[in-house]
């Protein structure tokens, strides 16, 4: 989600930029007694717009939500790209590469067949969270599994991990 963020920053940003240059440009020429290039065209309709009416309610609102949902965009917390190793030393592990890796992991341990595995960040600590398909007394096992490969995988201690485990519908 960096980019679509720094996409839109980018895009605010030049916005922004030519609207300054635009009134700037005005102001210097309504200064100089000279007709600037959007004031002589748009004066007009400017000047009789109402608030009644329905372009005008129209193109605020549209803004308004636009403004809206990119507030929402950028308050929305995104799961991490990257995940950091222990150590504080700079190194890092693609969060998706962790994840499948995990689910690897539990899908080797005996009598689960499914696994899917997202892995949340709090702070510096990794939250698995594992859904899998197998026997609900393997708990343990898969328990220790991760633990296992999240310390080869140098986790910066790994505080709850979340197992669910469904039992296999199997045809009779």
């Known amino acids: 989600m960096r980019t679509v963020n720094r996409i839109a920053t980018l895009l605010l940003a030049v916005a922004l930029l030519v609207g300054g240059v635009l009134v700037a440009v005005e102001g210097l020429l309504a200064a100089l007694g000279r007709p600037g290039p959007l004031l002589g065209r748009w004066s007009a309709p400017?000047?009789?717009?109402?608030?009644?009416?329905?372009?005008?309610?129209?193109v605020a609102a549209g803004l308004a939500l636009l403004g809206l949902v990119v507030l929402a965009a950028q308050l929305r917390r995104w799961r991490p790209v990257r995940l950091p190793a222990a150590g504080h030393d700079g190194w890092h592990l693609h969060r998706r590469d962790v994840e499948r890796r995990l689910a690897r992991t539990v899908r080797s341990v005996p009598s689960i067949r499914r696994a899917r595995v997202r892995v949340r960040r709090r702070g510096e600590a990794w939250?698995?969270?594992?859904?899998?398909?197998?026997?609900?007394?393997?708990?343990?096992?898969?328990?220790?599994?991760?633990?296992r490969e999240l310390e080869r995988l140098a986790a910066p201690g790994p505080g709850r991990i979340e197992v669910r485990l469904v039992p296999s519908r199997r045809a009779t």
């Not at 400017?46 to 129209?58: E, K, S």
């Not at 939250?127 to 220790?144: I, K, L, N, Y």
């Open 46 to 58: 400017l000047t009789g717009a109402r608030w009644q009416d329905p372009p005008v309610r129209a």
């Open 127 to 147: 939250r698995p969270r594992v859904t899998a398909t197998g026997d609900p007394a393997a708990r343990a096992d898969v328990e220790f599994a991760l633990r």
